[in-house]
């Protein structure tokens, strides 16, 4: 009998569970459950949140705290690092892999098992076409970090880029969250977000993830299903917004134990 797998997301927008309040918006973690079985996804990735503040604010502490042997500890962060906002900016190779490292530590001395997944591309194209790199060099920094200390790495930041350039300007307003107005309840005015995903989008960077877990051996090719199988964007689940938001309260530790993070 096939015992049972968990997987911890620690990460920003990209990765978190969106509420039904915010469909068809979703981030690739709350997706990840529909390519494995066996497997509880403990998705605490948090909008808004950097490497630092997510570690500052007690988000970590509460992983840790919860954390147990073989457990996987995805992490990726990237999105707001960049963001000169007080206590969430990093610089790439400096404080942003100094908080990166905490989490590698934090985990193995608990005798889980970080991953690092660098962060998906944003849409942005120039009126020729050409696709712009925002993300800047953190995903570089994670990629050198991910080598110095061991680290599986999913690289679906390059994954990413591949296939934006290939769907290209219009492609890739199925992926991202693009609505007209009138499209969605939930966005009367219609939007065009050219950072967050849609369920497509969500899905596909999931199956990215999947298989890569898969691939690198991070899971039994048991843990794994659907990986070549088409997915319907209506298969991505939505939690009432009450959930979510009694979710984020609670998966809070003391800020005082971020001290007792290894660095």
């Known amino acids: ?13 990209t990765v978190a569970g969106r509420p039904r309040s915010m469909a068809p918006m979703a981030g690739w973690g709350q997706a990840l459950p529909l390519f494995l079985r066996h497997t509880e996804v403990v998705n605490a990735a948090r909008p808004g949140a950097s490497s630092r503040s997510f570690l500052e604010r007690g988000r970590l502490s509460w992983i840790l705290r ?18 000169r906002a007080e206590g969430r ?22 005798g889980a098992h970080p991953v690092f ?19 800047g060099l953190y995903p570089e920094a994670m990629r050198e970090l991910a080598a ?4 599986p790495l ?18 890739t307003r199925a992926l991202f969250l693009h609505l007209r107005p009138g499209e969605h309840p939930n966005y009367p005015r219609g939007v065009a977000d050219n950072t967050h995903l849609r369920g497509r989008g969500a899905v596909e960077c999931a ?6 877990m898969c691939s690198k051996g991070l899971l039994a090719p ?24 009694r979710l984020t309260r609670s998966r809070v530790g003391p800020t005082h134990e971020t001290e007792m993070v290894p660095s």
Do not use: C
């Open 66 to 83: 919860n954390i147990a042997g073989d457990d996987l500890l995805l992490v990726s962060f990237g999105l707001i690092d960049m963001k």
């Open 1 to 13: 009998m096939t015992s049972r797998a968990r997987i911890f997301l620690a990460g920003d927008s």
């Open 154 to 171: 999913v690289d679906l930041n390059e994954w990413s880029i591949a296939q934006w350039r290939r769907q290209g300007p219009e492609g």
């Open 207 to 212: 199956r990215f993830v999947a298989r890569e």
């Open 148 to 151: 110095a200390l061991s680290v």
């Open 222 to 245: 048991e843990y794994f299903r659907d990986l070549d199988t088409r997915v319907a964007e209506m298969a991505v689940a939505f939690a009432d917004d009450r959930v979510v938001e």
């Open 89 to 110: 900016f990093t610089e790439p190779f400096h404080g942003y892999q100094h908080f990166l490292r905490r989490y590698v530590l934090g985990a193995r001395a608990r």
């Open 117 to 135: 997944v660098t962060s998906h591309e944003r849409r942005v194209f120039d009126r020729h076409g050409n696709m712009g790199r925002p993300l």
